[in-house]
């Protein structure tokens, strides 16, 4: 079944474990367990709220963190840049979502 991580809006795939108080959620190499108050399932009236600030922050970590891959060295040498960069990229993908 689906199901969302809250606060992040990751949508995963989840199989109940025991008495549906934790599910499991299958990943590449393993699985993760994730309390029921942790996920927010599509038949609830919280799962088409998005937490935009929450998604905010999560694309521009996961922004930097491949910007820092890509040019092959620590972040702190551009950091203020750097951030900035990952920030708007950030904003930029919220407007283009959100237009949707």
């Given at each position: 079944?689906?199901?969302?991580?809250?606060?992040t809006?990751?949508?995963?795939d989840?199989?109940?474990?025991?008495?549906?108080?934790?599910?499991?959620?299958?990943?590449?190499?393993?699985?993760?367990?994730?309390h029921?108050?942790?996920?927010?399932?599509?038949?609830?009236?919280?799962?088409?709220?998005t937490?935009?600030?929450?998604?905010?922050?999560?694309?521009?970590k996961?922004?930097?963190a491949?910007?820092?891959?890509?040019?092959?060295h620590?972040?702190?040498?551009?950091?203020?840049?750097s951030?900035?960069?990952?920030?708007?990229?950030?904003?930029?993908?919220?407007r283009q979502?959100k237009?949707?």
């Amino acid at each position: 079944m689906k199901a969302r991580i809250r606060g992040t809006n990751i949508e995963v795939d989840v199989q109940p474990f025991y008495d549906e108080t934790g599910y499991f959620a299958g990943f590449k190499g393993g699985y993760n367990y994730y309390h029921s108050a942790d996920l927010v399932f599509p038949d609830t009236p919280d799962w088409d709220k998005t937490d935009w600030s929450s998604f905010r922050r999560e694309a521009a970590k996961d922004i930097l963190a491949a910007f820092a891959a890509k040019i092959g060295h620590p972040i702190d040498d551009y950091s203020e840049q750097s951030c900035k960069y990952a920030i708007n990229l950030a904003d930029e993908l919220i407007r283009q979502l959100k237009e949707k």
